[in-house]
């Protein structure tokens, strides 16, 4: 049964596409369950969906390419509220063995905006947990999820690509320098707490800003990062007030709507008195207003923004891509493999419990002959050549109808198999 990949990516859409078509992880349970429920051909479901993606990876039988491709973007349209036009450019398929490199390629962080980022390794393996947790997952997508982590760990662990990579995170301190050029003099604000924010807070904390403090709307989850980085954590709904306060301000939450508006951020702006303002929009759907960027001094990133400082990292690894995709390779050729022996599994199994049906069913007629008080001698010569015979028969009967039929390539199979000379 073939595998299918099909979504979007930072490559085929824009970030507001992006962010109206992902789907939260307090949704993914149910969206699952309604992607299995909306056609039986659909025999397993993972759905991946970060900042940067949203991927459907199935199993699916029964169907061609494009009938399946035509469901999922028809499925996808009508789950997110989005038209057919606006996804049918920006969506892509793979199939079979194609939709496994890809899907080995992604979670090897090969196909992410930055290269190598270690963050869609964890994302890639909580996709595959959520999936469990709704029974969307059999045997085959397990097995290429575990194929897809092992590629993963081995793309970090024998080459280059994983070392020494910039995360979105450390792009956006890279940035706030070019705008402030003594960090330490600054006062970041975060909003969210998931881990991006974590690995945020860290990273300007090692820039040695003057002050981090975190708000969220759960303000244990802000308290619990703030504590590794001696900040100050808040509710979310109390930043608003404070805003002017802070020179940077990096968000990432799960918010489906915006958490920071225009009318906010102007307000700021003037208590400020036009200091400039340093404003990182890392989530999907986006965080704060696009109108933002039209107020002076306030320079408004988002992730799309930061693709400049990730490309010149990038151009220093790019060596090892080659290796890193000759490892992907490698994977998608195991798990080949691996498909191809348990599809033959059952007849394998089945072909070994006729044997063994034989092999009973003789020994029970040889052990009667014995109570019966037949020569042993005979009694074993008789189990040996009925145990021969039965098992000479199918083969021999293949061979003479191979010859009949002057099949040459089955003769020379059953001649291999059988080495027959």
């Not at 900042?51 to 009508?78: F, K, M, Y």
């Not at 992604?106 to 393996?125: C, H, N, T, W």
Request: glycine content about 4%.
């Amino acid at each position: 049964m073939p595998i299918i990949a099909f979504g979007l990516n930072h490559r085929s859409a824009g970030i507001d596409l992006r962010g109206r078509a992902s789907i939260l992880p307090n949704d993914l349970h149910d969206a699952l369950k309604a992607l299995r429920n909306s056609a039986s051909f659909i025999r397993e479901a993972i759905i991946l969906s970060t900042c940067n993606r949203t991927e459907i990876h199935a199993q699916v039988r029964n169907i061609s390419e494009p009938e399946a491709r035509q469901h999922l973007l028809c499925w996808l349209a009508d789950f997110r509220d989005l038209t057919l036009s606006e996804l049918e450019s920006a969506t892509y398929c793979h199939w079979e063995l194609g939709a496994v490199k890809h899907i080995l390629s992604v979670a090897s962080g090969l196909d992410s905006q930055v290269i190598g980022e270690p963050q869609i390794f964890g994302q890639f393996k909580s996709a595959f947990d959520s999936a469990v947790q709704a029974n969307s997952v059999e045997t085959d997508l397990t097995d290429l999820v575990m194929a897809g982590i092992k590629t993963g760990k081995r793309v970090r662990t024998d080459t280059e690509i994983g070392r020494n990579s910039i995360s979105i995170a450390q792009a956006a301190v890279i940035m706030a320098r070019q705008i402030f050029s003594n960090l330490n003099q600054t006062n970041v604000l975060l909003l969210g707490a998931g881990e991006t924010i974590c690995l945020v807070s860290k990273h300007m904390k090692t820039a040695n800003v003057r002050t981090i403090a975190v708000a969220n709307r759960t303000v244990a989850h802000a308290t619990r990062i703030a504590e590794l980085i001696d900040g100050e954590a808040m509710a979310l709904s109390e930043f608003g007030s404070r805003l002017h306060e802070y020179d940077i301000v990096i968000s990432s939450t799960n918010s489906p709507s915006s958490v920071l508006s225009k009318d906010v951020v102007a307000h700021a702006c003037s208590q400020r008195r036009y200091r400039p303002m340093f404003i990182v929009d890392l989530a999907v759907p986006r965080d704060v207003e696009a109108t933002v960027s039209e107020l002076s001094n306030v320079y408004l990133y988002t992730i799309d923004n930061l693709t400049s400082v990730i490309e010149e990292n990038m151009r220093l690894r790019l060596d090892s891509l080659a290796q890193a995709n000759s490892i992907v390779d490698e994977g998608v050729r195991r798990y080949e493999e691996q498909h191809k022996v348990r599809q033959v599994s059952g007849l394998v199994k089945n072909f070994r419990n006729s044997v063994a049906s034989m092999r009973k069913h003789e020994i029970e007629k040889a052990h009667a002959r014995l109570q019966a008080g037949d020569d042993p001698h005979v009694v074993v010569d008789r189990l040996g050549e009925a145990l021969a015979h039965k098992f000479a028969h199918n083969p021999t009967v293949a061979l003479r109808n191979a010859s009949k039929s002057d099949d040459r390539r089955l003769l020379e199979l059953l001649s291999e198999v059988f080495e027959i000379e």
